[in-house]
């Protein structure tokens, strides 16, 4: 019986992740952190990197724990930075800037 409640457990927790991911809204992200902001990326939405991203010198970034992060495998011809090659999308922290990502 133990063992049964704790499958139904795992399973129910399994559903509502799946439900919440369902939901979560995806935010493009072609833009740089800009120095002397600070953004928060929220773990109800989920964020696609469409070039390289930099947290610019004197900027932070805050990544909520469960916040889920992707990226583009061909970036966007518009998008596209020199000097980085196209199939690269990603986040920099350039120096000075400043990440702020807890995990679970």
Request: charged residues 15%; proline residues 4%; negative net charge.
């Amino acid at each position: 019986m133990k063992n049964l409640n704790r499958t139904i457990a795992q399973l129910a927790t399994a559903g509502l992740l799946a439900v919440s991911s369902v939901y979560a809204e995806l935010i493009p992200v072609t833009e740089d952190i800009a120095s002397g902001t600070e953004v928060t990326w929220t773990a109800d939405n989920e964020y696609l990197l469409q070039t390289m991203i930099y947290v610019q010198t004197n900027a932070t970034l805050i990544i909520e724990p469960g916040t889920v992060i992707k990226g583009v495998t061909v970036v966007p011809e518009e998008l596209r930075r020199r000097g980085i090659p196209e199939l690269i999308s990603g986040l920099w922290v350039s120096q000075g800037g400043t990440l702020v990502a807890d995990g679970t």
